[in-house]
């Protein structure tokens, strides 16, 4: 059987952001690792950008509060950084980005749906996805929460995990065909949503990866602020090994990180080899994670990547970014 594969380009921003710090500087921060992507020129560009001359994505993806930073220890320190629903700071970067870019983009940040939510209503973990217009279409509440997010008074998103249709417009490279857009079916989470709920549930019950599978997901998006394994507990020092001399060794991809993100999504894998009409597209997941130490204690993984589930039941690694370094991800991947 012949197979309609489509192409779509995707980017990760890995950026090390602290909860304290100002918004803009955050924002101008990321806009300087962006620069390759706006075309603003003479720009720095870190070692770890993946980012080729004149490539620009169909989908950009930030992570898990990507402006404010994460570990809020209370309402009132979160209280200042709340945006309102789809029109905050963070919305408003996304919008401006995406006209610019010419993409989807896909932020997180804190939510409070308006000024008495502000004060003492629900808040929550949020994602706000703009198209490239710089028309909201969607906006996320994280589902299950973790226990950071339960110190700064979150509230789980009642809508279960999300999907989503994304209009990606056809570029010259796929001009012969027909459509002039394609559609692509996404399914998305914030961090935990794909860990078992609260720790609790049996790891086999794989609630996101069955959500993936029966929302017949094209692209799977996670916005994070993963901590690497036994990120709590640094005292700030970096996690990075070293040699026996006390030299360090090059920053590398958290694998057991990216390993375990794989493994939470096995349904997906067993669509290709169990299922009585085996899904015949592939099917791809993008992890934007946000890297460093935070309050001199917590340290996150990083190693934003992309992974392709394909149809002959592999799993495949796509492209990532190292554990501790900021940069951007690029890369070209087939459904």
């Not at 065909?177 to 559609?183: A, S, V």
Request: a neutral charge; glycine letters at 8%.
């Amino acid at each position: 059987m012949s197979l309609r594969m489509r192409q779509l380009t995707v980017a990760c921003l890995q950026i090390n952001t602290h909860w304290g710090t100002d918004v803009l500087s955050s924002i101008r921060h990321a806009d300087a690792l962006l620069a390759p992507l706006l075309q603003v020129p003479n720009s720095p560009c870190s070692s770890t950008n993946r980012i080729r001359s004149g490539k620009k994505p169909d989908i950009l993806v930030l992570p898990e509060l990507a402006f404010t930073g994460y570990g809020f220890p209370s309402r009132a320190a979160i209280k200042p950084y709340l945006e309102p629903t789809g029109r905050g700071v963070s919305t408003q970067w996304a919008q401006r980005t995406a006209q610019k870019i010419g993409c989807h983009v896909i932020v997180g940040y804190p939510e409070a749906p308006d000024e008495i939510a502000k004060e003492d209503g629900p808040i929550f973990n949020s994602a706000v996805v703009v198209e490239p217009s710089g028309t909201v279409v969607f906006n996320y509440r994280k589902h299950f929460l973790y226990e950071a997010d339960e110190k700064w008074g979150a509230s789980p998103g009642q809508g279960g995990f999300g999907s989503l249709d994304l209009k990606i417009k056809r570029s010259a490279r796929t001009a012969s065909e027909n459509e002039e857009e394609m559609r692509v079916r996404v399914a998305m989470g914030l961090c935990m949503d794909l860990n078992p709920e609260k720790f609790e549930a049996p790891f086999a019950k794989f609630e996101f990866g069955n959500f993936a599978v029966t929302s017949k997901a094209d692209v799977i998006i996670f916005p994070m602020a993963w901590l690497a394994f036994g990120g709590a507990e640094t005292n700030g020092e970096s996690a990075a090994a070293a040699t026996a001399d006390g030299q360090k060794v090059e920053d590398e991809p958290d694998w057991k990180t990216v390993n375990y993100w794989a493994r939470r999504l096995t349904p997906v894998v067993l669509q290709y080899a169990q299922a009585v009409q085996p899904k015949t597209t592939n099917t791809i997941f993008v992890a934007s994670n946000r890297c460093g130490v935070e309050d001199g204690k917590t340290t996150y993984a990083g190693s934003s990547c992309v992974l392709q589930f394909c149809s002959d039941a592999s799993v495949r690694l796509i492209a990532t970014l190292p554990k501790e370094s900021e940069g951007v991800l690029l890369t070209d991947v087939t459904i």
